[in-house]
C-alpha cells in the first residue's frame, strides 16, 4: 500500500501544473533575471580578475622588478604588467587595454584616466609600495628568500580594499541572492506539504474523505504523501542548485556536495512547515495556500530576497530571528560553507533546520492523528 | 431471514445545541437498496458519515457486517465502497489511473486490481475515456468515475451519498441503473437523495428522515399506504362556481378540494373510480374542461403529510 501510495503521489505531483511552474520553472527564470540584471556588476566590480597594467621605467629597479614577478607567479595575480615605453603605454591606456600606467623612477607614480575598482586598487597598490619600499629593499639585499613573504603582505593589504574572500566561494551580496533564491525554492515546498494535509483529512477535502474510508491505514497514506513530497521537493532543490552554479555560473566554492544537502534539508523543511501549517487550521484550502505562500515570502523578504541588506538589518534589531527564520537559516547553512572555513555555523544551522523539520512533522502527524472528526 | 448488514442503535449527533442526529435507529439487510430520503439538512450524510466511522457521534452504537465500526476496522472498511456526494478524484491523474489508485487502497494484488479496473471502467462505460483527465470529463462521465472508483474493488456495501447531483437526466438514469445491477451483482446498496423518484426507482426499503429523526419506513408501498391521500384527481377548467366545489367536496372518498381559478385539484382517499364520479358533476353542470389528469402519491405526499412540509424545494 505504502508503494503503491508513493507511486501515484509522485506520478500526480508531478503532472501538476502549479508545482512545475512554481518550484522549476520560476526559480529558473528568477535566477536567469538575477543573472542578467547583477551579473555584469558582479563580473565587472567583484569578480577578481588580475589589473593590466603598463609599466614605463624611465629608471632601471630590479627590486620593483623582483617584486612584481612574485606578484605575477601567484595563483591570482593582482597585476597583469606589460612593460612597454610611454607612447604605447598611453595608446593602451587610451583603448582601455591597460586600467593604468605605473612609472618607475625614483619614486612609483600612476597614470590612469578613470577613477574605478582597478585604479583604486592600482593607487593603493603603489601607495603600499611606496610605503613599504625601504622594507622591501632591504629584504631584497639581505634576504631574498623571504621577498615572497613581503610581497604576500602587500597584496593582501591592495586586496584589502576589494574584499576579496579569504574562504572558498563568494560571500558578496549577488551570490547572497542566489543562496536566498534557493531558500525561496525551499520554502515554496509549503505547498506541497500542505496537500499532504488536505488530501488525508477527511474534514478538509472530498479526497481525505474517501482516504479514510479505505482499509489503508491513515499512518501509511501520509507517510507514503510525505515521503513522495520530500523526493519531489528535494528533486527541485537538486534542480536549482544545478542551474545555478552549473548553467548560471555562481560559485558556491568548492562544498558543492554539502550545498545540495543544505538545499535538500531546506526544501523538507519547507514541506514539513506546509504540512504542520495545513493540519493547524481548518481554512479552506485556497485561503491555506494563500497564507503559507505570504508567510513564505515574508520569511524570504526577511532573509533578504528581496533587499539585500534586510539580513544585515535584522541581524542588528532582532538576531534571534535570523536564527529562527526558515528562509534566513536556508540561506545561510550555505552562506556559511563559503563564508567560514570551519563548519561550526553550518553545522548550527543544520541542527536548527532539523528541529524546525521534526517540530513540524512531529506536531503535524499528532495533529492529523485524529481518527474521528466532531465535524466534516 | 436475510442478516443485517448495517444496525445503527439510538444514534446521537450533536453540533453545538443543534441536534443533527436525534435517536436514529436502523436496520439494513443484506441484499437490500436502501434508500434514506430527506431534505437537505435532514442528517442524512451525517448519519453515512457516522456509519463510516468519519464523524464522532454522542450516543447510540454502529455495527457493520456484525461487529462494531470504528476507524481502524479495516477488515470491515475493505467491504464497503463509498460514493460521496462530492466528486473525489485526482484531477492529476487519468481516468485509469484513478480507478486503480483508489483500487489500490483496497487490493494490493496487481493482477486481481488490474482486472477490477477493467470491470469498474466497462460496468461505467467509461472505455473511451481511459486515458481523459477528470478536467476534461462532463459532468457527468465525472460523477462516473466518481462511482467507478468506490465500487472497483467489488465491495459488499456500497454507500451513495447523493451521487446523482447536478447530473444530467441521461447520465441520471445510467447511474440508477447501474446501482440496480450492483445490487442484482450481491451487493447491498445505502442510496442518500433528496430526489424522490430515484428512492422510488430504485430503493426496496426507504426511510424518510427530516430534522435527524426516522419520521417513517418501509417499502414505497408500505409508506404510501401510511397517508390518507391515495389519488390526486387534476382537471384543468375555467369559473367553477362555489356550488360545484361543495357539490364535488360531497362526493364518497374525496377529503379535499382546492381551485385556483384554472385548475381543480380534488384530493382522494381510497375508493375506484374517484374521476369518473367528478367528471360526472362537471357534465351535470354542463361545465366545459381541458386536461383531465390523475395522480398517484408519492414520497413527497408522505413526507407532506407527515411533516406538513414538502420534500424538496422548488428549486431542486
New interface residues.
Given amino acids: 500500500m505504502f508503494f503503491h501510495d508513493l507511486k501515484y503521489m509522485l506520478i500526480s505531483g508531478f503532472r501538476v501544473k502549479s508545482f512545475l511552474f512554481w518550484l522549476m520553472l520560476f526559480p529558473i527564470l528568477l535566477g536567469t533575471l538575477f543573472k542578467v540584471a547583477f551579473g555584469n556588476v558582479y563580473e565587472n566590480d567583484v569578480l577578481f580578475r588580475s589589473i593590466p597594467t603598463a609599466v614605463v621605467e624611465t629608471t632601471s629597479d630590479p627590486v620593483f622588478h623582483q617584486v612584481i614577478d612574485s606578484i605575477e607567479e601567484s595563483d591570482e595575480p593582482l597585476l597583469d604588467v606589460e612593460y612597454t615605453d610611454e607612447e604605447n603605454a598611453m595608446k593602451l591606456l587610451k583603448e582601455g587595454k591597460v586600467s593604468g600606467i605605473i612609472y618607475v623612477g625614483d619614486k612609483l607614480s600612476l597614470s590612469v584616466t578613470e577613477q574605478k575598482m582597478d585604479q583604486v586598487i592600482l593607487k593603493t597598490f603603489v601607495e603600499q609600495y611606496g610605503v613599504n619600499e625601504k622594507i622591501i629593499k632591504e629584504t631584497a639585499e639581505k634576504d631574498p628568500s623571504k621577498i615572497q613573504s613581503v610581497v604576500d603582505k602587500l597584496s593582501e593589504d591592495v586586496s584589502a580594499c576589494r574584499d576579496i574572500p579569504v574562504t572558498h566561494g563568494d560571500p558578496d551580496i549577488y551570490v547572497q541572492y542566489f543562496y536566498n533564491l534557493i531558500a525561496m525554492v525551499a520554502m515554496y515546498g509549503s505547498v506541497t506539504g500542505l496537500h499532504i494535509t488536505v488530501q488525508n483529512q477527511a474534514n478538509l477535502s472530498a479526497l481525505g474523505a474517501r482516504k479514510n474510508c479505505s482499509p489503508t491505514p491513515k499512518s501509511v497514506s501520509m507517510l507514503a504523501d510525505l515521503t513522495g513530497s520530500f523526493i519531489m521537493q528535494s528533486a527541485c532543490m537538486i534542480l536549482c542548485v544545478t542551474f545555478t552554479h552549473f548553467v548560471l555560473k555562481i560559485d558556491f566554492g568548492d562544498r558543492l556536495l554539502l550545498v545540495y544537502a543544505a538545499a535538500i534539508l531546506g526544501g523538507i523543511l519547507g514541506v514539513s512547515f506546509g504540512f504542520f501549517f495545513g493540519a493547524v487550521n481548518r481554512f479552506s484550502l485556497e485561503a491555506k495556500i494563500g497564507i503559507v505562500m505570504a508567510v513564505s515570502m515574508f520569511s524570504c523578504f526577511l532573509s533578504g530576497l528581496m533587499m539585500g541588506q534586510m539580513k544585515g538589518i535584522i541581524a542588528e534589531h532582532i538576531p534571534w530571528l535570523n536564527k529562527i527564520n526558515p528562509a534566513t537559516v536556508v540561506a545561510d547553512s550555505m552562506f556559511s560553507l563559503n563564508m567560514y572555513s570551519d563548519y561550526s555555523r553550518f553545522i548550527s544551522r543544520i541542527i536548527t533546520m532539523l528541529v524546525i523539520t521534526v517540530v513540524c512533522t512531529a506536531a503535524g502527524i499528532i495533529i492529523t492523528r485524529r481518527k474521528k472528526y466532531a465535524n466534516l | 431471514m436475510a442478516n443485517s448488514v448495517v444496525k445503527i442503535n439510538n444514534l446521537v449527533k450533536r453540533?453545538g445545541e443543534l441536534i443533527a442526529l436525534d435517536h436514529f435507529s436502523l436496520d439494513i439487510k443484506e441484499g437490500e437498496v436502501f434508500g434514506l430520503l430527506g431534505p437537505n439538512g435532514s442528517g442524512k450524510t451525517t448519519t453515512i458519515?457516522c456509519l463510516?466511522?468519519?464523524?464522532?457521534f454522542d450516543k447510540g452504537d454502529i455495527e457493520v457486517f456484525g461487529k462494531e465500526m470504528?476507524?481502524?476496522a479495516?477488515?470491515i472498511?475493505?467491504e464497503?465502497g463509498?460514493i460521496?456526494q462530492?466528486?473525489?478524484?485526482?484531477e492529476?491523474?487519468t481516468v485509469s489511473?484513478n480507478i486503480d489508485?483508489?483500487c489500490?487502497?483496497?487490493i494490493?494484488d496487481k493482477e486481481e486490481r488490474r482486472k477490477c479496473v477493467e470491470d469498474a471502467i466497462k460496468f461505467v462505460g467509461l472505455e473511451d475515456f481511459r486515458k481523459f483527465y477528470p478536467k476534461k470529463l462532463s459532468g457527468g462521465l465525472l460523477r462516473r468515475l466518481n462511482i467507478a472508483?468506490?465500487i472497483a474493488h467489488k465491495p459488499k456495501l456500497i454507500i451513495l451519498d447523493e451521487p446523482t447531483v447536478a447530473v444530467d437526466p441521461q447520465s441520471r438514469n445510467n447511474i440508477l441503473e447501474g446501482i440496480q445491477k450492483l445490487n442484482k451483482q450481491g451487493a447491498t446498496i445505502i442510496y442518500t437523495s433528496h430526489y424522490m423518484e430515484e428512492v422510488e426507482q430504485i430503493c426496496t426499503r426507504i426511510a424518510i428522515m427530516d430534522k435527524g429523526r426516522k419520521i417513517a419506513e418501509g417499502t414505497k408501498d408500505e409508506l404510501k399506504r401510511m397517508i390518507r391521500n391515495t389519488e390526486t384527481v387534476n382537471i384543468e377548467i375555467l369559473d367553477v362556481s362555489e356550488n360545484i366545489i361543495k357539490e364535488i367536496s360531497a362526493l364518497p372518498h374525496v377529503y379535499d378540494t382546492a381551485y385556483d381559478g384554472e385548475k381543480l385539484t380534488v384530493y382522494c382517499s381510497g375508493g375506484k373510480h374517484n374521476l369518473i364520479r367528478i367528471l360526472d358533476v362537471l357534465q351535470k353542470h354542463d361545465m366545459a374542461f381541458g386536461r383531465v389528469y390523475s395522480e398517484l402519491p408519492t414520497l413527497n405526499d408522505v413526507f407532506l403529510e407527515i411533516t406538513g412540509k414538502a420534500l424538496r424545494d422548488k428549486e431542486d
Fill in positions: 453540533y458519515n463510516l466511522s468519519l464523524l464522532a470504528s476507524p481502524t479495516y477488515d472498511k475493505k464497503i463509498v460521496m462530492n466528486v473525489a478524484v485526482y492529476e491523474l489511473e489508485y483508489f489500490g487502497l483496497y494490493t472508483c468506490g
